[in-house]
């Protein structure tokens, strides 16, 4: 048992829990959590590989790190868009679900701030 | 060599394809430097790229070989090549076509108010079409596996911000539960990706396909990877997310997604199963794939006969439309699909993909012309729009025509060639399902009809529609039946560029 | 077991723990916070497989930027909980996504046991090219040379990204600056936000510098120069600039531009697209990383700063 397979190992139940939250969680902003816990495993997965092609005057393997560093990015925008959409339906909505059919939220003012 | 012979082709003519990619992501970079001038810039970019789409269709159909470009000049595995064969090449006229007429269209809905000042509804429109654009041709082009990962997610950025554009509540809900299948989907493709990486040390699509073997890795591998690409596909039992995203967008950007953006990811199936895996899927994940299929159509059609709003009933029979992309999978798989029979299939398939974009788009931007003069879109209260708007209801019926699968129309091609591959190979229950699905359109088709050519009299128009949209709409519709002139048996462009092994006999 | 495996274990054991904890936990802010802790732990992580860019990275975006975002949202997203706490899956959706989730992780762990022998790596063919290129750094060529069509494309990507995110506003804000005013008021974080900037900057600089022949580079330095930005941002110091202004427009097309006009001469004076001349490669791969992190540094900043949320002034 090496410790490329340990982080392996990890990374495989990473993946899991993260599938199993964004899939799970009714919140949108839980589920923008549970992705990123699922891309961190994917990129994990990603690294081990790298590891094993470590080569003379090499640590890892370079493409499989780029890729990583490039996901790593993409994930943050996508992140930073999600959660600015669901900051926006709160404002828009008092709430923050994706339930078509639930009721607003009980304030005193239902006023749409935007009208 | 076979690695050999997959670099090399093609010559002075690969700049073509790096200029597809890049000439839209360049509109984009200049479009948010140059704010006001956005939708100059679109229409400036957009014959510019039909006439490099053509260019390119030109150059393989002439040299009979894909059209390869090493970008850098490194090759493959350590460089990214960017391929156009046959399919990419219809693809990308496609593309063109359907952009540039939604570009045409939307310049009554999106130019500046104040010529001179930059807008938020004018910026972020034409800078997502240019988005969409540069992503679609990078997946209709792209060559390794972890490129084409960019482009879908280039393709998701530039896509969710259309389907909220309005800002209202309901469509952005509808944009974060898109955004959020699109992203669960790109990342377990990615973790395909990622397998495939760790057991032959390369994503080129060509190198992959020589070095691959049945192993239990690349199974896992290609069903997660199939498994996020049928998130973004829509496919049931994954399309929750359409209706809602592809109705509350604006009436051009619901064309563009419905009619291009869904066909990204399919494609990329496509690439996994013949090209990446050539001969490898076996039939039971064949008829399941095509049961999934069956299943869209089925449902899909149902649900649109329920809607009380058109743009609704036209988003569920995108659902329901793509379902007979899937029934590819089973017809050129398995002995009997070896021979002609499988090329037909094939061919059917993308003449589906093909004449779907073109008259969903129509259709699309026909529902958005009717929402537009009547103020809302409801179907019990379209009564007599036909006198109002004669030639869009007449661009509606011809698109519909396409979908039911009545001739002459691209869809009565595509729908008929799959009917023949279905019943000579003896899988005589999708010729079932096809035939039903073609009844169940005629139903959503003419419950719109009926009454838009009713004559009630009593019509309140709240706005005039501009006769230049309507005459783009009716153009785009006549091109889906002109579609229809094409033959009935397996093109010779779309062989271009096969794998050896899955080679139709066609002579 | 060395010393060295049983680290590796408490590391990974710690991760998952870590992880279960951001699923399980009732509070958003709670998750947050330990959502920042798993990113700090991966970094970790990364660096004991060798990894160190990839560190960087992690530390930088995975957990930083993208940890700043987060915790303002779940600030914000606060008056929601209780009644989101009501909402709760079926549970024959929660099973089923249970055996899903436990096969996919069990597929995947049957792979990382019985990886495929030998293990491909691509190491060598970077290698081979390092010399000419003159760069130190094989995942800063990758980036910036073999693979660099996909660099440029997520640059649009992000690019694309922060234009979704404005795209959010309402009309009349367009052009406007994002977030509220806010006023600096003495403390800690007032404090750090004036000794801190002077020392990123150096470091961002540094990481950027010499990402050609260490780890480090163009998206390392970029996010150490936004987390400065931010910081200065969130206490008030320095107002958020509106996304109208000519300079912020300037500075977020810098990077891909001079990146596609670099590419575009690859056409005339090398071998075609996105390929170096020889004997220039390094100094235009530095050029290149140079404009990136300004751009990369902008976007971040911005992409955490939100949508217009004020009226444009004049």
Redesign the interface.
């Known amino acids: 048992m090496t410790a490329e397979t340990l982080y392996g190992l990890c990374a495989a139940a990473l993946v899991g829990l993260g599938l199993f939250g964004s899939i799970v969680d009714p919140q949108p902003a839980r589920k923008i959590l549970s992705f990123n816990l699922l891309g961190g495993g994917v990129f994990l997965l990603f690294g081990i590989i790298a590891r094993r092609g470590a080569t003379a005057g090499m640590g890892a393997d370079p493409v499989p790190q780029a890729m990583v560093i490039t996901g790593i990015v993409v994930a943050f925008s996508a992140t930073a868009l999600a959660v600015a959409l669901v900051l926006r339906l709160f404002e828009t909505t008092e709430r923050a679900t994706l339930q078509p059919d639930a009721p607003p939220r009980p304030s005193g003012d239902g006023a749409d701030p935007d009208a | 060599m076979h690695e050999a012979v997959a670099l090399s082709g093609g010559g002075a003519a ?2 073509l394809l ?1 200029l597809a ?2 000439l839209p ?2 509109g ?3 479009s ?2 140059l ?1 006001r001038h956005a939708e100059r810039i679109a229409l400036v970019l957009m014959p510019t790229g039909f006439g490099i789409a053509l260019a390119i269709l030109a150059d393989v159909w002439r040299s009979g070989t894909s059209l390869v ?6 090759a493959p ?4 090549a960017l391929r156009a064969d046959g399919l990419s090449c219809i693809m990308l006229v496609t593309t063109a076509l359907v952009i540039c007429a939604v570009g045409l269209f939307a310049r009554g809905d999106f130019s500046e108010p104040e010529p001179g000042r ?4 004018p ?2 429109f034409w ?2 079409l240019m ?1 969409v654009w ?1 992503a679609l041709n ?1 997946v209709w082009l792209g060559a390794d596996l ?2 084409l990962y ?2 879908l ?2 393709l998701t ?2 896509a ?2 259309l389907v ?2 309005d ?4 469509t ?2 509808a ?3 898109y ?2 299948f699109a ?2 989907g790109s ?1 377990l493709y ?2 395909g ?3 495939f ?6 994503l080129d699509i060509t190198l992959l396909a020589s070095r691959v073997r049945p192993e ?2 690349i199974w ?1 591998a290609a069903a ?1 990877m199939i498994a996020g690409l049928l998130a973004k596909t829509a496919l049931f039992p994954l399309h929750l997310w359409l209706p ?1 995203a592809h109705a509350g967008a604006p009436a051009a950007a619901s064309a563009v997604l419905s009619s291009l953006v869904v066909k990204g990811s399919f494609l990329l199936v496509v690439r996994l199963w013949f090209d990446v895996l050539p001969g490898l899927p076996g039939m039971p994940a064949a008829q399941t794939l095509g049961a999934l299929g069956a299943a869209a159509i089925v449902f899909g059609s149902v649900l649109a006969l329920r809607q009380a709003r058109l743009k609704l009933l036209i988003a569920y029979s995108t659902i329901a439309q793509i379902g007979y992309l899937f029934l590819i999978f089973p017809l050129t798989t398995g002995a009997a699909a070896a021979g002609i029979w499988g090329g037909i299939a094939w061919t059917g398939g993308v003449y589906q993909l093909v004449s779907h974009a073109v008259a969903k788009a129509a259709m699309f931007m026909a529902a958005g012309l009717i929402g537009e003069a009547l103020g809302h879109d409801r179907i019990a209260e379209l009564g007599g729009i036909g006198r109002a708007l004669p030639m869009t209801v007449c661009a509606f019926g011809l698109a519909g025509m396409s979908l039911m699968g009545l001739p002459p129309s691209g869809g009565f091609v595509a729908k008929l060639m799959l009917l023949t591959a279905s019943v000579t190979e003896g899988q005589w229950w999708w010729a079932v399902v096809i035939l039903l699905g073609g009844l169940l359109a005629a139903g959503y088709v003419f419950r719109v009809l009926a009454p838009a050519l009713a004559d009630t009299g009593s019509l309140t128009l709240r706005a005039r529609v501009s006769r230049r949209q309507e005459g783009v709409v009716l153009a785009l519709a006549v091109c889906a039946l002109l579609l229809g002139i094409l033959p009935l048996r397996p093109s010779q462009l779309l062989q271009i560029g096969r794998p050896a092994a899955t080679l139709a006999v066609v002579r | 077991m060395t010393v060295d495996l049983a680290l590796d274990a408490g590391l990974a054991a710690l991760v998952l723990a870590v992880a279960v904890w951001t699923i399980a936990a009732r509070a958003a802010f709670a998750a947050v916070v330990g959502f920042v802790t798993y990113g700090l732990l991966l970094a970790l992580v990364w660096v004991r497989i060798a990894a160190v860019d990839v560190a960087l990275t992690e530390a930088a975006i995975g957990s930083g930027v993208t940890g700043a975002v987060l915790i303002a949202a779940a600030a914000r997203l606060r008056p929601t909980e209780t009644l989101s706490a009501a909402e709760r899956p079926g549970r024959g959706l929660r099973i089923a996504a249970g055996v899903l989730s436990a096969l996919v992780s069990a597929g995947l762990a049957v792979l990382v046991l019985y990886p495929s022998n030998p293990a491909p790596s691509l190491g060598p063919a970077a290698a081979v090219h390092l010399a000419a290129l003159d760069i130190g750094n094989p995942v800063t060529a990758v980036l910036i040379a073999y693979r660099a069509v996909d660099t440029l494309l997520e640059k649009v990507v992000l690019l694309l990204a922060l234009l979704g995110v404005w795209s959010l506003a309402p009309d009349r804000f367009w052009g406007g600056a994002p977030g509220q005013r806010r006023d600096a008021r003495d403390g800690t974080l007032t404090l750090l936000a004036r000794l801190l900037p002077p020392l990123g900057i150096v470091v961002g600089v540094y990481v950027l510098w010499v990402g050609a022949v260490a780890p480090g580079g163009a998206f390392q330095g970029g996010a150490i120069l936004a987390a400065m930005w931010i910081l200065v941002m969130i206490a008030g110091l320095h107002d958020a600039p509106e996304i109208s202004r000519r300079w912020v427009r300037f500075l977020l097309v810098v990077g891909p531009a001079v990146f596609l006009a670099v590419g575009f001469t690859g056409f005339v004076v090398a071998n075609g697209f996105l390929s170096y001349p020889a004997g220039f490669a390094k100094p235009l791969i530095i050029a290149v990383e140079v404009v990136l992190t300004l751009t990369i540094a902008v976007i971040l900043g911005l992409l955490a700063a939100g949508p217009p949320e004020r009226e444009r002034r004049q």
């Open positions: 690969g700049f790096v990619v890049i992501a360049t984009v970079v200049l948010l430097a704010g470009y090493l970008i850098g000049g490194w595995p350590l460089g990214i930059e807008t938020r509804a910026l972020v800078t997502m988005g540069g990078a972890f490129n960019v482009a997610e280039l950025f530039s969710v911000p909220c554009l800002g209202r509540a309901e952005l809900a944009a974060l539960r955004l959020l992203l669960v990342v990615l973790l990706v990622a397998l990486y760790g057991a032959y040390g390369t239990p890795v896992i997660l809602p």
